[in-house]
């Protein structure tokens, strides 16, 4: 009996002490399993999209311009939450969405869609490369935070910006032109009045003098002295003429001072808009100045700093998924009636391949179609050419056809794309001047544009592009050679 107490002594002891123990563990399982979700709060989420069309845009807020659009079923990846908007990941590049029940599924840890699942449970090992797929998108999220991402978007406002004041500045140029010239012509009429009053002035004065002579013999007695009735009434005659003459002379000797009055008075209006107008001047070259300063700082922090490198190039191809998508949209675009008709070729566009002209005389620099950028080891797609030419060089149309976009183009500056007909395009980016807007006809070899280097990295020249059904083409299989 003793030895059968003593025994259930020792195992009470051991089950209150497993019991403690039990005890103590409690509160650290509690906090392993309620910061197991925290742990990855920070990772990207799965999501879906539920609507036929959603519009991705580069900042939160629908101020912001789209910058792809997503369509049903799409499967993205959620970075971060900014208000009532997301941040997301889709093909290789990163945007906003607005967070919407009905507009997007996120799918929470545990949570995979059915057929992921179906993937995770098939025996490829497909999981693995989801796994490594994710990795890579999460690598390069990373590598494109909202500050670089800030800097390519501040480049581009910089740039539209720059244009807007360069255009400022030419037209105001060209107001203080038309002004000296104003001043010019003016200045000449006042001269010449000046000259007829100082001739009119000197024979008014003489005539004064004759008359005030006269009076001392009165016109009677001028007329007296005639010899005879013939001389009596020739002589009135003349002197009613030069009587007539001298008043007419006066009346113009008046009109004359008051027109150099008003001509003085245009000529101080004048002026002083000629001396608003070159201040004006100065303070938009100087804010030009500024501006151009401010877009030089970037570009040189951009070359210089890889990710921004990259994050640039990644704004580059949204832009070129952005060209696609807006000529992809004139399949669809009816044409105005009131648009008049683009001048009859002889040949159709297409019967002129090989057969082209240059649009700007320069030199080609890069070429159309895939290219490895051996600083980043990453394969890009040219969908043009580039063409560096001096800065204002004419750029002429390639053959005869009717503007459907003159405007800013992000990634790509001042663009012009025109249609030829049969669904043939040609683009025309980073421009100076445009002299075409939308629904004007265009002629073969007329002067359409400038180059400039508006949206350009790499300095003034032209990007020139022609496209078929919105797919491009190379532009060197068109052009005539040599």
């Known amino acids: 009996m003793v030895r059968l107490g003593k025994e259930n002594m ?18 650290v399982l509690i906090f392993i399993w309620s910061a ?6 920070g990772d990207p989420k799965p999501a879906t999209i539920l609507v036929s069309a959603l519009n991705m845009r580069s900042g939160p807020g629908s101020h912001n311009p789209p910058i792809a659009t997503l369509r049903k079923g799409n499967r993205v990846q959620v970075l971060s939450y900014e208000g009532e908007w997301v941040r997301i990941f889709f093909e290789d590049q990163t945007g906003f969405i607005i967070n919407r029940e009905r507009f997007l599924r996120i799918d929470e840890p545990g949570q995979a869609p059915a057929d992921e699942l179906k993937t995770a449970e098939s025996p490829t090992g497909s999981t693995d490369n989801l796994n490594r ?10 590598s494109f935070s909202k500050d670089e991402m800030a800097v390519i978007n ?5 740039e539209k910006t720059l244009d807007g004041v360069r255009r400022k500045v030419a037209r105001l140029y060209t107001e203080l032109k038309a002004v000296e010239f ?10 010449e009045i000046e000259k007829r009053a100082e001739v009119n002035e000197k024979y008014v004065a003489g005539r004064l003098a004759a008359l005030y002579k006269l009076s001392w013999l009165g016109k009677f007695h001028v007329l007296a002295s005639a010899d005879s009735m013939f001389d009596f009434f020739s002589s009135k005659r003349a002197l009613e003429q030069i009587l007539a003459h001298d008043d007419a002379m006066l009346v113009q000797l008046s009109r004359d001072k008051a027109e150099m009055q008003a001509l003085l008075a245009r000529l101080v209006t004048t002026k002083n808009e000629k001396r608003t107008t070159a201040a004006d001047l100065s303070n938009r070259i100087e804010t030009m100045n500024a501006e151009q300063a401010r877009r030089e700082s970037l570009l040189a922090e951009i070359r210089g700093k890889k990710s921004l490198q ?14 696609d998508q807006t000529v992809e949209a004139f399949k669809t675009e009816p044409i105005p009636a009131a648009l008049p008709l683009p001048m009859v070729a002889e040949k159709p566009f297409a019967a002129l391949k090989g057969l082209l002209m240059m649009p700007v005389k320069g030199k080609i620099i890069s070429f159309f179609g895939p290219y ?29 056809g009717r503007t459907l976009f003159s405007s800013w183009f992000k990634g790509f500056g001042n663009m012009l794309i025109i249609d030829h007909g049969d669904h043939y395009y040609s ?14 006809p265009v002629e073969a070899g007329e002067v359409i544009a400038t180059v400039g280097d508006t949206g350009s990295m790499t300095g003034a020249g032209l990007h020139f592009e022609i496209r078929h059904h919105g797919k491009p083409m190379n532009p060197l299989g068109w052009i005539k050679k040599g």
Request: hydrophobic share 40%; charged share 30%; net charge positive.
């Open 10 to 27: 020792s195992r009470a002891k051991r089950f209150f002490c497993f019991e403690k123990f039990c005890l103590l563990l409690l509160p």
């Open 36 to 41: 197991s979700p925290l742990l990855g709060a």
């Open 133 to 142: 797929a994710l990795e890579i998108s999460r690598e390069k999220v990373a």
């Open 154 to 158: 501040a480049l581009d406002d910089t």
């Open 182 to 191: 104003r001043i010019r012509e003016l200045e000449g009429q006042y001269r």
């Open 310 to 323: 990259m994050a640039a190039i990644e704004s580059l191809k949204a832009s070129a998924r952005a060209l």
């Open 372 to 400: 490895k950028d051996s600083q980043f080891k990453v394969t890009h797609f040219q969908s043009g050419i580039n063409i560096k030419a001096d800065r204002g060089e004419p750029i002429r149309a390639v053959y005869n």
């Open 427 to 440: 683009v025309y980016a980073h421009l100076e001047e445009q002299f075409k807007n939308k629904g004007d």
